[in-house]
């Protein structure tokens, strides 16, 4: 894989490039120009902002108003003629509901960032458990009798009490943001036989679960996020959390090395985020996150990891899942072991890769193994994971297993969750494809912005998923159906020329098709892709 190699960012916008978010809302600048690097003369930023890559903006278009205003990259429709922007009252009173709604208040954000928010669920139940808290304890007394003393007279003393949750808390309740609890849901025993498009990090972003929707999608995850991150405000990890309108069965997946952590991050997230259930990462190979404890490393530690999932059941509103491999490596097989624990956590359902951390995607996955587990942790439900990338393969696994979960396959041809609806091969054109692809730009531009670095950014994850969208071998070119996920094709030219180029392996190709949505690349651009399959280099 490409988990070793030095990676940096396809595009890097400079400060002194960027335009004062201050102009664009035509107010004065938080700090003096001589502080802020930023652009803070219109028709400047416009010498250095170039030609707009076209005259619709999709978030003027379906808002009635962009924030971008200047910046924006598809600006000429929304500004007037002193450069300021246009704003249609009536379509954004109307259409404001389905903005993605922020997943983290100024409130708790500020709260989070000094460790100002009381975790009362979670530091109950892990008391309770005889898991050790004092420490975490100490840290919020500490803060607090700094504070108080600070406040106080000359060298009056602050009266202690005990180290218990419940004694600190009467010492802070006034000083610290408290998590309001919501009534607990379940999904029930509907989930059994839904498709379930996998979480997948990088690829598995807003844009394209919206993309997957489209094509009959029933439930559908975020990519995993890291505890320690979400607890220290990290608006990059949090924004991973960001629910569209159509999924309508959502969740998010966490992942962490403690049950402190863990607890405190599913109370955190079951109390102010909108989603239907949280999944806790047990399959992750990365060396970056198994050398610390967490992802696949959990598999051979079973006692914590399920102290973890009891404690997230505990503290958790929503329904709680847990994702495994089959084991860490052909001698370590803990999968059967594990599910058949964890069964009993009270966990709404378990999902299983078919393989093992070290095998990565070599081999083909076990599914009579995921069938063992699936017998074991009855009645909770198992959705299996691997290889599936047509609704033949899917009707076969489903024997299996209690759901499938898609991942890959979805990848590299999302229309699969169609095919398994319809039962039927689809042979997508080219020019199909490429309406395919407009739709996931006009979905990121929407997310992730219509300026400089919105549109950059778009492109970059465009790439990603191009990176695994070339595999996809157009049904009326093969002999022999259905594809196979991991046989590698030979090289070959398609039925025109877009599809010629759709199927070419060079990233200097998948670069191409972003130029044709998104306008040139910038100069020195560069890319290397993040997911490279072992089974397919």
Not at 162 to 168: D, F, H, K, R, S
């Amino acid at each position: 894989t490409t988990d070793s190699l030095p990676r940096r960012q396809p595009f890097r916008q400079l400060v002194t490039t960027r335009l004062c978010p201050s102009v664009i809302r035509n107010e004065e600048c938080g700090v003096t120009t001589q502080v802020c690097k930023k652009i803070h003369d219109k028709r400047q930023f416009l010498e250095i902002k170039g030609s707009d890559l076209g005259e619709e903006c999709v978030i003027f278009n379906k808002f009635g108003k962009c924030d971008y205003g200047i910046a924006c990259r598809y600006s000429s429709k929304h500004l007037d003629a002193e450069l300021n922007s246009i704003v249609d009252e009536e379509k954004w009173e109307k259409m404001k509901i389905y903005e993605v709604k922020k997943t983290l208040s100024k409130e708790l954000h500020s709260n989070l960032r000094g460790k100002k928010v009381w975790f009362g669920a979670s530091y109950n139940h892990l008391e309770n458990a005889g898991i050790q808290i004092s420490n975490e304890l100490l840290q919020h007394r500490t803060k607090n009798k700094r504070a108080k003393i600070e406040s106080c007279e000359g060298d009056q003393q602050v009266a202690e009490s005990p180290i218990t949750a419940e004694a600190v808390f009467e010492e802070v309740r006034e000083e610290y943001y408290c998590l309001s609890g919501k009534t607990r849901r379940t999904l029930g025993d509907a989930i059994r036989g839904k498709t379930f498009l996998a979480p997948l990090t990088t690829v598995g972003n807003l844009p394209f679960r919206r993309v997957c929707k489209e094509y009959g999608v029933d439930i559908t995850c975020g990519e995993m996020a890291l505890c320690e991150d979400l607890l220290q405000a990290n608006a990059s990890e949090w924004a991973l959390l960001k629910r569209h309108h159509t999924e309508d069965i959502f969740g998010v997946q966490v992942c962490a090395n403690s049950p402190l952590k863990v607890a405190k991050t599913v109370e955190l997230i079951s109390s102010e985020c909108d989603v239907d259930f949280i999944d806790l990462n047990v399959g992750c190979p990365i060396d970056l996150v198994y050398n610390k404890g967490a992802g696949s490393a959990l598999m051979d530690r079973a006692v914590r990891l399920e102290q973890m999932v009891q404690a997230m059941v505990a503290v958790s509103s929503v329904p709680i899942s847990v994702k495994v491999r089959i084991g860490t490596s052909e001698s370590k097989i803990t999968g059967k072991a594990l599910c058949e624990r964890l069964s009993k956590t009270g966990v709404s359902h378990l999902a299983m890769h078919g393989r093992t951390r070290q095998q990565r995607y070599t081999k083909h996955a076990d599914w009579d193994y995921v069938a063992q587990c699936r017998d074991v942790c009855q009645p909770v439900p198992l959705f299996g994971n691997g290889d599936v990338l047509s609704y033949e393969d899917y009707n076969t696994r489903l024997k299996q297993a209690d759901g499938v979960m898609i991942g890959r396959g979805a990848l590299i041809k999302p229309w699969i969750f169609k095919e398994i609806k319809e039962q039927r091969h689809i042979d997508i054109s080219s020019s199909e494809r490429l309406d395919m692809l407009k739709r996931f730009r006009d979905y990121g531009l929407e997310h992730w912005g219509t300026d400089i670095a919105g549109v950059e950014k778009c492109r970059h994850f465009l790439l990603e998923w191009l990176s695994f969208l070339y595999r996809y071998i157009p049904v009326g070119l093969l002999e022999v159906l259905p594809q196979r996920i991991n046989e590698r094709p030979p090289l070959y030219f398609g039925r025109d020329d877009l599809e010629t180029l759709m199927c070419s392996p060079k990233s200097t190709d998948w670069i191409k098709i972003t130029e044709m949505l998104l306008g040139k690349v910038p100069d020195e651009f560069n890319f290397v892709p993040k997911h490279v399959a072992n089974s397919y280099n």
